[in-house]
């Protein structure tokens, strides 16, 4: 069975720094693309990055680029997203997905989020 | 970046009556490549329709999607009660992979 498993969430001040992870299991990991896709209170999806099964190639949304890194450790089925100079309107729900294949593919399985806070 | 717009905001229906959702992008997705994914409060988005229209596993086939180019629809044929949700549809063709701002289907 896929598990993906968020960790991290919590409380920030505008400014400040979080880094989400994301345990994955039941499917060979290093074989998939994974994302990072948000949900701010009461809001639609937003994509916020992707990386690729090799941990390559990162993609990012133009809101958080240059403020957020996406990594992967394939040795410890683990997807990272470390997220500095962080502002009130990051606040969300951050969800970590699969991709349904190594890349151009839908998200197939997600986690249940981790919420993250960013206020004063 | 390719903008997605969904339409209606808000489908208010009857159980046993059947749904149309539209989802248009402001340029041609490649290789159709649109997803719809339907997702419950509190809960995480789960992926209902994949290349347009093919069904993911496990989704029932009340739920069919069509379309190419620009314009894609997501038809529920006949509403269960636990099909009052809302949609989204995202396009997975090229990067940034953007979502449309949502269908909510409610309760008439």
């Known amino acids: 069975e896929v598990q993906l498993v968020e960790s991290g969430g919590g409380l920030s001040h505008p400014g400040g720094s979080v880094r989400l992870s994301c345990a994955a299991s039941g499917f060979n990991f290093r074989s998939y693309a994974m994302a990072w896709v948000r949900q701010a209170p009461g809001k639609g999806l937003e994509w916020v990055s992707a990386i690729s099964a090799d941990g390559d190639s990162p993609y990012y949304a133009d809101s958080v680029k240059g403020r957020f890194t996406i990594s992967r450790d394939n040795s410890k089925n683990t997807l990272y997203l470390q997220m500095n100079s962080l502002r009130t309107d990051d606040t969300a729900v951050y969800y970590c997905?699969?991709?349904?294949?190594?890349?151009?593919?839908?998200?197939?399985?997600w986690g249940q989020g981790a919420l993250v806070t960013v206020s004063s | 970046e390719i903008v997605l717009t969904q339409s209606p905001g808000t489908l208010s229906l009857s159980p046993g009556e059947r749904a149309t959702l539209s989802c248009g992008a402001s340029?041609?997705?490649?290789?159709?490549?649109i997803a719809w994914y339907k997702q419950k409060p509190g809960q995480a988005p789960r992926l209902l329709i994949f290349g347009a229209s093919t069904r993911a596993a496990g989704i029932p086939d009340r739920f069919s999607g069509s379309g190419s180019g620009t314009d894609f629809i997501l038809t529920i044929s006949r509403l269960e009660p636990e099909d009052f949700a809302v949609y989204y549809c995202q396009q997975y063709g090229s990067s940034p992979f953007t979502f449309g701002p949502g269908t909510k289907v409610d309760l008439k």
């Open positions: 340029q041609s997705v490649w290789s159709s490549k």
């Open positions: 997905a699969k991709f349904g294949g190594i890349w151009l593919q839908p998200l197939d399985y």
